[in-house]
């Protein structure tokens, strides 16, 4: 190898690190980031709570509904639960930008709520919760609405009903 | 007049925390001038309790939890954990996920070699060298990034296949990221063959026979460079590496400089390999939804990771939770064989003869 070479090729088309923080830093786009989570497509099944493998995901049941939590301070973004979530509601984004204060610790965490709704059928309190993409196959849009909107309970009725009518 | 009595050989200490090596390992050197007369290795640094850890897990999360055990061969640990679970439940692996699954480890592969004859460089003081290495490395690192959203933990792997496909895009940027990386890995390859500075403090250093390397069962680069052609993937070939152009380098120099080398060809190789999947790289499905049943069981798997061979145990039971989970990984043996390598060599190659074998102290002690 001649250095001199390698030197020459490194002052001409260097330098090879980026200039970061000063001009943004090139990301790729497949890059494992923070964690973004839509509660309008969760079906609330939990798998993503079951296989994350640091416990950086817990679901609480409150008042408002099923609350979810990433805390990005223990997530190892390994994107588990971005692989397993049937509905891809929860996907790892580009953004790596992670460095925070101490006491924003806490702060840096991804929320979301289902929220909890009376099912307009029976009147008991039910999560709206998206439907599972295999129960639902050639629904029309007014009956996937109609059947969200539904208690688990409801839900199996309005399906066993829907098939004896068909 | 005062008699001075001098002893005729002292103990030094070389870590726990040492500059010249990069992770915990603690050896009491007993040497009589500069030379080394006896080496004891002392273990337990980094134990974190991972094997106990992993069976309070479920085999999803240990996916994630045994990639975590060593940064370097990451990619090796589920591979050969998704291996074994893959025995117990019978589940039969696509063929484009086996492709994937050899490009993942190929990659890995070549980004550990040069990081190490990098490291090496860097300990003969060859410092212009150390950068130059480790910025070809960087393009392995750049495309790890690129295909699998991380430089070092690719999360390649599920249970039943692979997690990340690879479509066109990421073909492409594969290829162009060989056709950079394949020449400077080649002229590494040179400039580590011929220049003076890396042949003076390499050559006849830190030397394995034969034998001893039997005795060990040393494994990996470390092994080949003592003669010893054993390869797990030529050995007991997994995945689809019976049809693809694997080479086992041998060299019988027995020392520094041919673990060097040996990583460097097997580097030329992995991009050769890589060239070929990427060919003939099939389509079809990856995986079939990463969650199958493993019923309770037992299974070995063995995997050919950067440092050598990594043999993981398995046995389940009803619960989610695997009831044991052990592995065997390849520094275990190599670290033993630096008693004999350390043996009559000079305190200034401690470090170089450490590097040698490519110590991963935090999967030895997990």
Known sequence: MNFLQLFAHNLTKGPFTDPFPFEPAPTAKRFRGKIEFDPETCEGCRKCEKVCPAGAIRFTKTANGLEFDCWHDSCVFCGNCEFHCPTNAIHQTQDWHLAHVQQDKFSMVEHGVIPSHECPSC????????????????????????????CPKCRGKYLRERKSRS | MTEHTVASSYKIPVGPLHVALEEPMYFRVSVKGETIENVELNAGHVHRGVEYLATKRTLLQNMILTER????????????????AETIGAVEVPERAQYLRVIAGEVKRVASHLFNVGILAHLVGFEALFMHAMQVREVAQDLKEAVYGNRMDLGAHCLGGTRCDMDDEAIAFMRTALD?????????????????SILRRTRGIGILTHEDAIACGVVGPVARASDIQYDVRTAAPYHVYDRLPVEVPVLDGCDV????????????????????????????????????????????ARTEAPRGELV???????????????WRVPSYPNWDALTFMLKEAKVADIAIIVNSIDPCISCTER
């Open chain 1, 123 to 150: 009147g008991k309190p039910a999560l709206y919760t998206a439907a599972p993409a295999n129960k639902i196959k050639g629904f029309s849009e007014a009956e996937v609405a109609e059947f969200r909107s539904l």
């Open chain 2, 312 to 326: 993981y145990y398995l046995k389940t039971n009803d619960e989610p939770e695997p009831e044991r989970l052990k």
């Open chain 2, 257 to 300: 400089w041919s673990r060097a080398m040996i990583r460097l060809q097997e580097a030329v190789n992995s991009i050769e390999i890589l060239w070929v999947c990427l060919d003939h790289l099939p389509d079809g499905p990856i995986n079939d939804g990463g969650d199958p049943y493993i019923p309770p069981g037992q299974a070995i």
């Open chain 2, 69 to 84: 055990i060593c940064s370097l061969c990451s990619n090796s640990h589920p591979e050969a954990l998704a291996m074994a």
């Open chain 2, 180 to 196: 950079k990386i394949e020449p400077d890995v080649r002229e590494l390859e040179k400039t580590y063959r011929t220049n003076g």
